[in-house]
């Protein structure tokens, strides 16, 4: 018999089998809803809200509200199992610094956590690292060129790898070397007196009066700048003012010389003028004078200067200026020279090296 079946709701307290009142054998079921306490073709069992037994099921779609596969695909709702078997039934494969062993994926040390403290007992490396706090290192700290700052660009300190220090650009700092005037030498007829006021102790020049100041270029400069003399000195009495300023005018000339028995100390010389400057209006100020735009120099060149007063356009009357020092300002772009270049440089000349310990001198041969 062959049968077709439609209806709306069709409702059974029997099992629809072969022994059931309802046979339809190899007829087409078109309900919208069957209700049953169980239905069974000897294989399938529903029964109490559970559907069992099936060794397939199959439809375009299956769904409850919470689990849904289309096509193939689960596309909704929540997995929720005891285990889950990622190297048997998986694609899943192991990227960079990842291990897949088994069920298990082992992340290498070199990962560390985004938002919390880590560490890691390997070696982190990278082409650049930034940080917003501080960086604390608990051994050494290690790598010919290594920069701090702006990152090597302008304005930053380097190490090379021997450890030696250099500055750049604004890391650089300003140093000075302080000549006293009274301990300058004198050499002519035209020498400067000593004059003491105070706790100070300084020369007196009148107009061409000179004295002599030497002083060798440091290690630590920077000799791609120049070096400025600045003079300390004060006058014992008060400018008059008024458009009639009393006027005071230095002239410092200058020789730089090798100290490899290359050059000769009495060799061209360069001349640093201050122009005319105006006294103080206060008797006994101390004033700084620069003169000229600074000297070129070489590394550890021997600096020879005559200080000279020259004549200025309305000279004070009366009372002649007090020199106190000479102030050699000078760039600074390292801590020295290193000891491993001054060890080299004797071993190319054969001198002698001198050792200063614990207050005694030793003279060893190189």
């Known amino acids: 018999m062959t049968s077709v079946c439609f209806g709306d709701?069709?409702?059974?307290?029997?099992?629809?089998n072969a022994d059931s009142t309802l046979d339809i054998g190899t007829s087409v079921l078109l309900w919208r809803y069957i209700y049953g306490d169980a239905f069974t073709d000897g294989t399938a069992l529903w029964s109490n809200n559970n559907l069992s037994g099936f060794s397939t099921i199959s439809a375009t779609i299956l769904t409850d509200g919470t689990f849904?596969?289309?096509n193939g695909k689960v596309t909704d709702g929540e997995w929720n199992a005891d285990d889950i078997d990622i190297s048997s039934y998986t694609n899943l494969i192991a990227g960079t610094n990842i291990t897949l062993l088994g069920d298990t994926l082992n992340v290498d040390d070199a990962f560390l956590v985004n938002d919390a403290d880590d560490t890691t007992t390997g070696t982190l490396t990278a082409a650049g690292f930034t940080t917003a706090g501080a960086v604390t290192a608990g051994g050494a700290v290690t790598g010919a060129g290594s920069t701090f700052g702006d990152g090597g660009t302008t304005d930053y300190i380097a190490f090379d790898d021997l450890g030696v220090l250099t500055l750049h650009g604004d890391a650089r700092v300003v140093r000075q070397i302080i000549?006293?005037?009274?301990?300058s030498a004198q050499a002519g007829s035209n020498i400067p007196a000593i004059y003491h006021l105070g706790n100070y102790s300084g020369r007196k020049?009148?107009?061409n009066d000179y004295s002599y100041f030497d002083f060798e270029v440091p290690y630590d400069c920077d000799v791609s700048e120049v070096i400025d003399i600045e003079l300390h000195w004060y006058i014992e009495k008060a400018n008059p003012g008024g458009g009639d300023d009393e006027l005071v005018s230095w002239r410092a000339s200058y020789t730089a010389t090798k100290e490899d028995d290359t050059e000769a100390v009495d060799a061209a010389t360069a001349n640093l003028d201050?122009?005319?400057v105006s006294i103080?209006?206060?008797s006994k100020h101390l004033l700084q004078t620069k003169l000229g735009s600074g000297m070129t120099i070489e590394q550890e060149d021997v600096i020879g200067v005559k200080l000279t007063r020259i004549a200025s356009s309305n000279d004070p009357t009366g009372q002649d200026p007090v020199v106190l020092s000479m102030e050699v300002e000078y760039t600074m772009n390292n801590l020295g020279d290193s000891l491993l270049d001054i060890y080299?440089?004797?071993l190319e000349t054969g001198d002698d090296l001198l050792l200063e310990i614990g207050g005694s001198i030793i003279l060893e041969n190189i």
């Open 9 to 16: 709701t069709y409702t059974s307290h029997q099992k629809p």
């Open 68 to 70: 849904r596969i289309h």
């Open 179 to 183: 000549l006293g005037a009274a301990k």
């Open 205 to 207: 020049y009148e107009v």
């Open 274 to 276: 201050s122009l005319d």
């Open 280 to 282: 103080s209006g206060t």
């Open 344 to 346: 080299n440089l004797l």
